[in-house]
């Protein structure tokens, strides 16, 4: 496998708590998918996981910005984020969002990613539970 296509959303696409149409699984057990698309789309996705996990240090009491995550601090990172912002933005809720379906979102509206209002979705990130299913899995 090639570690360098590996998609930064991998465990809460598997998890089911975000989709992408371009995340091709890799090894299941391990939680590992790789991203079908060129390089510059999962350098993309892997901008919004830094960028999560930079705005929300505090939250989750990251003290280094280098420091090693736990699967439930990746999980609160990148599910609660990403379901705040698919609130934030008003997007259907009904559904797990698209991963690049929210960033086009948040770019279109705030101009830049950077430029989303990440302090308004800290509460997501927080109360997050990962061993708690928002959306019905049918």
């Known amino acids: 496998m090639e570690e360098e296509r590996l998609c930064p959303f991998s465990k809460p696409i598997i998890g089911q708590w975000c989709r992408c149409p371009h995340a091709r699984l890799a090894e299941r057990c391990s939680g590992k998918m790789i991203c079908s698309r060129e390089e510059d789309y999962r350098d993309s996705c892997i901008g919004l996981a830094d960028l999560l996990r930079e705005k929300s240090r505090f939250v989750l009491g990251i003290a280094a910005e280098d420091e090693e995550l736990t699967h439930a601090q990746l999980m609160r990172l990148r599910c609660g984020g ?9 997007l259907d809720v009904a559904e797990p969002p698209v991963v690049r379906g929210v960033m086009d979102a948040a770019e279109k509206q705030y101009g830049e990613l950077s430029e989303f209002p990440f302090s308004e979705i800290v509460r997501d990130i927080k109360a997050f539970n990962h061993r ?4 019905d899995t049918k």
Not at 132 to 135: E, G, L, W
């Open 82 to 90: 990403l379901l705040g912002m698919q609130r934030i933005l008003e």
């Open 132 to 135: 708690r299913k928002v959306h």
